[in-house]
């Protein structure tokens, strides 16, 4: 499974953001895509997922400006970011799971086997 994200850049507060990750590989892999951000020395962070059926999960932090899609025609998941904030500033991460994710919680680094290298997103 190979993972490629795209559409990160630097914005202003207040700005939008939309990333790609393109997605090649055993279809099942994809089971729960999702995607992570990280900040030096900070822990990766979940950001939003989405499951069979389009059943999205989004953190807190998040919810009502992030929101995750996928394009299965195209192979391809979505982050459609609002406005976003200097916190948001981060290294965004598009990751598969590899199979079903037990329990309510989507949003756990180690539940996620296949990992994207990484978009930088600015936020000023």
């Known amino acids: 499974v190979q993972l490629v994200e795209s559409g990160g850049g630097s914005v202003q507060a207040g700005g939008s953001l939309k990333l790609s990750c393109a997605v090649s590989?055993?279809?099942?892999?994809?089971?729960?895509m999702a995607w992570f951000r990280q900040t030096a020395g900070k822990e990766r962070e979940g950001v939003a997922s989405?499951?069979?059926?389009?059943?999205?999960i989004s953190a807190d932090s998040v919810k009502g400006r992030f929101f995750i899609s996928a394009d299965n025609a195209k192979s391809t998941v979505y982050l459609r970011m609002n406005s976003l904030k200097p916190e948001d500033a981060a290294i965004y991460y598009c990751?598969?799971?590899?199979?079903?994710?037990?329990?309510?919680?989507?949003?756990?680094?180690?539940?996620?086997?296949?990992w994207g290298q990484g978009t930088q997103v600015t936020v000023s």
């Open positions: 590989g055993n279809t099942y892999s994809r089971y729960c």
């Open positions: 990751a598969a799971s590899g199979g079903p994710i037990r329990g309510p919680n989507k949003l756990s680094p180690r539940d996620y086997n296949y």
């Open positions: 989405i499951r069979e059926m389009g059943i999205t």
